[in-house]
């Protein structure tokens, strides 16, 4: 019994052409899946997609724009001529940006929550409908620890926008795990990308103090979701759904005046 095993499952994957989602893309492939590759960057998704197809499982690239509920109807319907069944969404894709609450303008924060709220939504619509025409299938979403804790520095239209995906991820869950769908979020801290790598070399000094609040004691990396990709679309979470999944070394459950314990300290002498 091989509770992992995706053979003959179809997922599809946003954001395929790097990061999470190309990690969560070659996870699945290797269990068995083929994948629907989504992502603007077209040629990463085509050179993710050549990996796929070594592994010896189909691959459909999509560059549909995924903040747009009209463009990801269309890529469904190719899904379905192409495949005829989706089995697993990794919703990962989507933009944000960084401003001041005071510096915020409307319409930046309705491009932000178009791209990580409506645009998530009309994926996992899209996705839940057929799968609850066949009576199976689960979705990943990606929020972010931005959903359940502050940040600060900018992220507040970040953090709206996470905070709906996360109770999204709730509603959809108790609305269809009757129906045999289960929806799960994935909630990381730092996992280097080209972006934060921009921004860590920009301050030298962002690097430590993220890791002050990762006992972990590092970074996370794209390969950090390839078991957890596989664990949720396959049989072995059949039981798991409307969960909340951090994936951050440790972040959020070490109080904010917790020392990591791979840094030093002092024991108070004996009395």
């Known amino acids: 019994m091989n ?9 599809v994957v946003s954001g395929a052409a790097q990061g999470l989602g190309q990690a969560t893309v070659l996870a699945l492939a290797d269990s068995g899946a083929d994948v629907v590759l989504v992502d603007r960057n077209r040629d990463g998704a085509e050179q993710t997609a ?9 691959a459909l690239v999509s560059d549909c724009n995924v903040s747009d509920p009209t463009a ?7 899904v379905d001529g192409e495949f005829g069944r989706v089995d697993f969404l990794g919703n990962i894709a989507g933009d944000g940006l960084l401003a001041r609450p005071e ?30 025409a066949q009576g199976r299938g689960s979705i990943m979403n990606i929020g972010s ?3 359940t804790t502050a940040l600060g520095r900018g992220h507040i ?15 959809l869950s108790t609305e269809w795990s009757h129906r045999g769908v289960r929806v799960n979020a994935v909630l990381p801290a730092q996992v280097m990308n080209p972006s934060l790598a921009e921004r860590i ?12 609040g990762i006992p972990a004691g590092r970074l996370g990396q794209p390969r950090d979701i390839m078991g957890l990709a596989v664990l949720l679309a396959s049989d072995a979470s059949a039981w798991i759904t409307g969960a909340l999944i ?7 459950a070490m109080n904010f005046g917790g020392t990591p314990g791979h840094k030093p300290y002092v024991v108070p002498p004996a009395k």
Request: aromatic share 6%; proline share 2%; with cysteine.
């Open 145 to 147: 620890l931005a959903s």
């Open 72 to 78: 990801i109807a269309t890529l469904f319907s190719q």
């Open 201 to 212: 070399e920009l301050d030298p000094t962002l690097e430590s103090r993220f890791l002050g």
């Open 103 to 132: 510096e915020l303008t409307i319409a930046d924060l309705q491009r932000v929550l178009q791209n990580l709220v409506v645009g998530r939504f009309a994926m996992c619509q899209e996705a839940g409908r057929r799968m609850l």
């Open 246 to 252: 951090p994936m951050d070394g440790g972040n959020l």
């Open 3 to 11: 509770l992992f095993d995706l053979s003959g499952r179809v997922a």
């Open 50 to 58: 050549a990996q796929v197809r070594q592994l010896g499982r189909r």
């Open 157 to 171: 239209a970040y953090s709206m926008a996470m905070g709906a995906v996360v109770q999204m991820t709730r509603e």
